[in-house]
């Protein structure tokens, strides 16, 4: 039985994944298969170290400093979060808290990190090896947002946010070989994506980047109809998706320290489904 699970990420949202990996590092659970999306590829690369609670540290500290994210950085760099403070500076070894990259490559189990071509608005899955000590390119890339960050340059190629390509990769999944799968959502399983709400970005990068744009602007009916698959595996028993059932009215980029730790404590506890899925 080849078990996967997906992070969807979602900024400051993806504090309810790291809460629900927390709670499967305390209980042993482990999985063969993982792929995360945006901010959901960190959470799952501190999983695979086996570093419980790294991520809510970033969560609710480091990310509420300017250095990681501010107008500021925006008006300096053209990027309003600083992925190489949060991916690089902090943990890199002799970082405030270093990545324990050598025990997440050691980790037998599969790690795909999506991202989006910005010259092919296609997806990209990196593997755990295309990454190297110190080097975690990949994660920085997958965690592009358009319009609140340039594209991230991996090998030469531009990327942005894996959410544009394929935000929920269950396809890809079952693919690689998954049997069953654990989609952790951080959005209420019942909420679907307005495609009015991706116009004003695709706007903005449409003259240089005209794929990715496209891609953009269709991410709400591709998210949505991957949900909707999502449903319908769930139905058959090949997957469970641990949903939180509400975020407080959090966005992207929320920074209310209170408000992300009740969202972590929300996963913890909603992950407790997981242990009878994949026993």
């Not at 309003?80 to 990259?101: I, M, Q, R």
């Not at 295309?130 to 975690?136: R, T």
């Amino acid at each position: 039985m080849k078990i996967g699970v997906i992070d969807v990420g979602g900024g400051m949202r993806a504090s309810y994944g790291a809460g629900v990996f927390d709670w499967c590092m305390d209980n042993g659970v482990h999985f063969d298969y993982c792929a995360g999306v945006s901010a959901g590829s960190a959470n799952v690369v501190s999983y695979l170290a086996g570093q419980r609670g790294r991520n809510y540290v970033f969560y609710t500290e480091y990310d509420m400093r300017d250095e990681c994210m501010s107008f500021g950085n925006y008006v300096r760099t053209g990027n309003f979060v600083d992925l190489e403070y949060a991916y690089g500076e902090l943990s890199n070894e002799g970082g405030e808290y270093p990545l324990d990259f050598r025990s997440s490559l050691e980790n037998p189990a599969e790690f795909k990190i999506v991202a989006t071509s910005a010259l092919t608005g296609k997806p990209h899955y990196f593997d755990k090896t295309d990454m190297k000590q110190d080097d975690y390119g990949a994660i920085k890339a997958s965690s592009c947002v358009p319009a609140v960050n340039r594209p991230y340059y991996v090998d030469g190629t531009r990327y942005y946010d894996g959410g544009i390509a394929d935000p929920i990769p269950l396809e890809h999944c079952f693919e690689a070989g998954c049997d069953k799968v654990v989609v952790i959502l951080t959005r209420p399983k019942d909420f679907e994506r307005d495609p009015k709400k991706d116009l004003p970005a695709a706007a903005l990068i449409r003259r240089r980047y005209p794929k990715a744009a496209e891609a953009l602007s269709r991410r709400a009916i591709r998210y949505n109809t991957e949900l909707w698959l999502a449903k319908q595996y769930e139905k058959k028993g090949k997957v469970l998706i641990v949903a939180p059932d509400s975020i407080n009215g959090m966005k992207t980029l929320t920074r209310d320290p209170e408000r992300i730790a009740a969202l972590y404590h929300k996963g913890y506890e909603d992950a407790e489904a997981i242990r009878a899925f994949v026993e």
